[in-house]
């Protein structure tokens, strides 16, 4: 449902602005490689901004620091809605290192309602446009949380092993 | 002037042709030693928690819920995927894959957890004492772990026997308050 209101919506171009959080700045030169002729997200009407009233999308990079805290609320409250938020990077998903330091918010998701996540340290540039292409709904998601359980007592599982790699034993003690 | 350097441009973009990607639509393959999410097999693993204690984002959390069984969770939302989990790991259960579209609008589809069967002592039911001398044990901390994994917090604290005491106490354990906000 959000993929058909966001396709309604900002279907014809999405304008970007890039807010930096405290970031290392690998997230912040793979979203301008994101930019360049090679990978060119300008081919979905994308265009980097430099005022946040501007923009549909606010990007944001690195774990919200605290100096930073007010600011970015800023500037999300001066986006006009409707508007979206794309958390680039690790440390703006989760916090990174630095999840639980005494300077840091522990990622965007405090901070700022955030609809889409793009981890890596840094992403590639391709992962950011694979984003972009997510929340246009170009693409479908390809991340589900993934659950594994031991059924059976693995000393159960060793001595069946056993018997099996010994199955042949009789038969070379009777030659 | 300037229309002669503007020819020269555009002679010289001409040489090169297109190099845009086309990407979300035909992909390219990835380079060789690329880093991706990592991946657990569960049938190679053995619980011992290196991978969780050299994790530099802590995004490992081992949580023993009562002698025998060990409940392990990588919260893939803050890995900053250096692979030292791969590397550390005596069996080779995890793998660094060659997946990056990550991108998501939940961070809970990043998670992978585990629940694993400890081996006790035949003898005398136990796991294993904290000892020092194998290589599994030299690995920072040893014994039962009680990190608590709704908070996704890491804690310091060991036992060398199972404490159910210690599983409660760290059942609704919050992180400090922060300064500011």
Redesign the interface.
């Known amino acids: 449902m959000?993929e058909n209101l966001s396709k309604k919506l900002f279907g014809k171009s999405l304008w970007i602005y890039h807010c930096n959080t405290g970031a290392c700045n690998g997230c912040d030169i793979e979203i301008l490689n994101v930019l360049t002729?090679?990978?060119?997200v300008e081919?979905f009407g994308m265009k980097l901004v430099a005022s946040p009233r501007h923009a549909d999308v606010m990007l944001l990079s690195g774990a919200v620091t605290?100096p930073t805290?007010p600011l970015v609320k800023k500037a999300y409250e001066a986006l006009p809605s409707p508007k979206l938020v794309f958390g680039i990077g690790?440390?703006a998903?989760?916090?990174?290192?630095w999840?639980?330091t005494?300077?840091v918010?522990g990622?965007a998701?405090g901070v700022v309602p955030v609809?889409?996540?793009?981890?890596?340290?840094p992403?590639?540039p391709?992962?950011?446009?694979?984003?972009v292409?997510?929340a246009l709904g170009?693409?479908d998601?390809?991340?589900?949380?993934?659950?594994?359980?031991?059924m059976e007592?693995?000393?159960d599982v060793y001595e069946r092993n056993k018997a099996w790699e010994e199955r042949n034993v009789i038969y070379e003690l009777l030659k | 002037m300037w229309l002669t350097s503007k020819i020269k441009q555009v002679l010289m973009v001409i040489k090169p042709g297109v190099?845009?990607?086309n990407?979300?639509y035909v992909k390219?393959p990835t380079p060789e030693n690329f880093r991706g999410s990592p991946h657990?097999d569960?049938e190679k693993c053995i619980g011992c928690g290196g991978c969780a204690n050299h994790c530099?984002?802590?995004t490992i959390l081992v949580r023993d819920l009562c002698q025998e069984i060990r409940q392990m969770v990588y919260?893939?939302?803050?890995?900053?995927?250096?692979g030292r989990c791969a590397d550390v790991c005596p069996e080779d259960a995890i793998t660094m894959t060659d997946?990056?579209?990550?991108?998501?609008?939940?961070?809970?589809?990043?998670?992978?957890?585990?629940?694993?069967?400890m081996?006790t002592c035949k003898r005398c039911g136990r796991c294993y004492d904290m000892e020092t001398r194998n290589k599994i044990d030299r690995m920072d901390i040893q014994g039962y772990r009680y990190d608590n994994i709704e908070a996704?917090?890491f804690i310091r604290k060991t036992t060398d026997r199972f404490d159910e005491d210690m599983l409660k106490s760290t059942e609704n354990f919050k992180?400090p308050e922060?300064?500011?906000?």
């Open positions: 959000f002729p090679y990978y060119d081919r605290r805290l690790s440390c998903t989760g916090g990174g290192c999840f639980d005494y300077n918010n990622g998701a609809d889409y996540y793009i981890p890596g340290c992403p590639r391709e992962s950011i446009i694979y984003g292409a997510l170009i693409v998601k390809q991340v589900a949380p993934i659950e594994m359980k031991q007592f693995p000393i | 190099v845009t990607l990407y979300p390219r657990w569960h530099p984002a802590r919260d893939g939302s803050r890995c900053t995927y250096c997946k990056y579209e990550l991108a998501t609008d939940d961070r809970k589809d990043l998670n992978e957890s585990m629940e694993l069967f081996l996704r917090a992180r922060k300064i500011g906000e």
